[in-house]
């Protein structure tokens, strides 16, 4: 028998897949208890769910309470907006310059080492929707801590920064060095400070890197589409019958996903009562569309329920 999970339960999946700490994961888990349908096709995965909660309810009754996990609660930062994007890079790699530049946000600026003490939160505005963004203290060759990397991980992108002008593949190669041992994934790379390179000269990396320059505002909006883009996620806007359609405030959904989900975003009873839907985009105009349509960036639906 099919599991038949829901979009729900999906994203409270996930949820749990990025948790950080026990608490968190245990929530998660909770949840999805709550939310998964209870039929023999479920049967073990409610018992799965069941082994964890009680696993971690263990742990965290006899768990001390200790600065490191008061830490780690502290630095667990809610994501905001259509994704969460973190920086990752050596001291002075211009990586808070090129917070500002994206944010306009304050961080800390300054030519010595280890000037970002602790993480900043920032938003790019790009185009109609927020992206935040998370400058980190640098993390490359200093001793660092679990909590930094659980940021990371946690982030639905991670910015990889570097200098275009000193050691890049020197600096490439730490990077990816720490990628691999905290298993960090969607990595966007960036190339800063290349308005310190010999005029016409734009050299090579072992990765595909965007060329920036925060001092000289270069770069940027090339690099906040990119970052849209790693976020593999897309734009729906809705209309009612008879009326224009709001473009400001779009249902942000992940690439793949398809007129049901974007129904369940709205509502659950909304979704469960849909009679049809009709499409405008680039190719289509009010066409009706069925149910596992996948949905496309600027896709406009009207949906009509009984």
Known sequence: MPANLTPQYREAEQRYREAITNEEKFAALKEMFALIPKHKG???????????????????????????????????IPKQGAGQIGLLGAANSGKSSLFF????????????????????????????????LIDMP?????HTEPWQWGILRNADVVMAVFTADKEPEKQINAINKKIRQYHLGNVLWVATKIDRLPDGSMPRFP???RFTSPQQLVGLEELS???????????????????EADMNDPVILKKGSVLMDAAYHLHKDFAENLKYARLWNREADGIRVARDYVMQDGDIVEFHIR
């Open 207 to 209: 990765v595909e890197a």
């Open 42 to 76: 479920t049967e073990k995965m409610q018992a799965d769910i069941k082994k964890k909660l009680s696993r971690l309810e263990k742990e965290m009754r006899n768990k001390p309470k200790t600065a490191t996990s008061r830490r780690e609660r502290m630095y667990n």
């Open 225 to 243: 589409r990119a970052a849209f883009d790693a976020l593999n996620i897309v734009r729906v806007y809705t209309k009612q019958p008879g009326k």
């Open 101 to 132: 530049a994206l944010t306009g946000a304050d961080s800390v600026i300054a030519s010595w080492p280890y000037s970002t003490p602790h993480p900043v939160v920032g938003m790019i505005i790009y185009e109609n929707i927020q992206l935040q």
């Open 138 to 142: 640098p993390m490359i060759s200093e």
